[in-house]
């Protein structure tokens, strides 16, 4: 669901300037908290150009049109996103941002891992030809954890729960939850 407000309009942080989507898949995204509201920021740096593979030229350098955000799945219950451009249509050699944020605080409820795939749409001038390639990011996930109690809970040695790798497939970090 995507989530329309007034009130929260982000800004793309500065400190990213070489063409890419911040944080990158080592840093994540930050946990979130039982009763605590989330709102982060995704930078979006789209490069000027870019090199693609053409038939009967090889690699040759082309030009951003734009980038796309399509769509934010998986997110938690009451989670949405905004972004600055408005319509989610970052052009070539710009920034701008996407901002996820909670209506409701998380509950008890809501605690877990929330792996999230994000469509987008890169369009690249081939020849004069726009030219649109979709693409998933899968590699974001959100933990909403409960921020009562500080330290180890209590081992029960009668049992034990593996549960699935994230991402997966794996591309360079993963996550094992027990």
Same mark, same amino acid.
């Given at each position: 669901?995507?989530?329309?407000?007034? @009130?929260?309009?982000? !800004?793309?942080?500065?400190? /990213?300037?070489? =063409?890419?989507?911040?944080?990158?898949?080592?840093?994540?995204?930050?946990?979130?908290?039982?009763?605590?509201?989330?709102?982060?920021?995704?930078?979006?740096? $789209?490069?000027?150009?870019?090199? !693609?593979?053409?038939?009967?030229?090889?690699?040759?350098?082309?030009?951003?049109?734009?980038?796309?955000?399509?769509?934010?799945?998986?997110?938690? #219950?009451?989670?949405? @996103?905004?972004?600055?451009?408005?319509?989610?249509? +970052?052009?070539?050699?710009? &920034?701008?941002? $996407?901002?996820?944020?909670?209506?409701?605080?998380?509950?008890?409820?809501?605690? =877990?891992?929330? #792996?999230?795939?994000?469509?987008?749409?890169?369009? !690249?001038?081939?020849?004069?030809? *726009?030219? *649109? %390639?979709?693409?998933?990011?899968?590699?974001? +996930?959100?933990?909403?954890?409960? %921020?009562? =109690?500080? =330290?180890?809970?209590?081992?029960?040695?009668?049992? /034990? &729960?593996?549960?699935?790798?994230?991402?997966? #497939?794996?591309?360079?970090?993963?996550?094992? %939850?027990?």
């Amino acid at each position: 669901a995507i989530l329309f407000s007034g @009130y929260s309009q982000c !800004v793309p942080d500065p400190q /990213f300037t070489i =063409g890419g989507i911040y944080p990158d898949s080592a840093s994540n995204l930050p946990t979130a908290y039982v009763g605590v509201a989330y709102d982060e920021v995704i930078t979006v740096v $789209v490069p000027l150009d870019t090199i !693609v593979e053409i038939p009967f030229f090889g690699p040759t350098l082309v030009p951003f049109v734009d980038i796309t955000l399509d769509n934010v799945n998986g997110l938690p #219950p009451n989670f949405g @996103y905004t972004c600055s451009p408005s319509n989610c249509v +970052f052009l070539g050699d710009s &920034e701008g941002c $996407v901002n996820l944020t909670s209506s409701v605080n998380p509950t008890a409820s809501d605690i =877990g891992v929330y #792996p999230l795939t994000i469509d987008v749409t890169a369009t !690249v001038d081939v020849l004069g030809t *726009p030219t *649109p %390639q979709s693409q998933t990011i899968d590699y974001y +996930f959100i933990e909403i954890v409960d %921020q009562g =109690g500080v =330290g180890i809970g209590t081992y029960n040695s009668e049992s /034990f &729960e593996l549960k699935t790798i994230f991402p997966n #497939p794996v591309v360079d970090n993963s996550r094992i %939850q027990f």
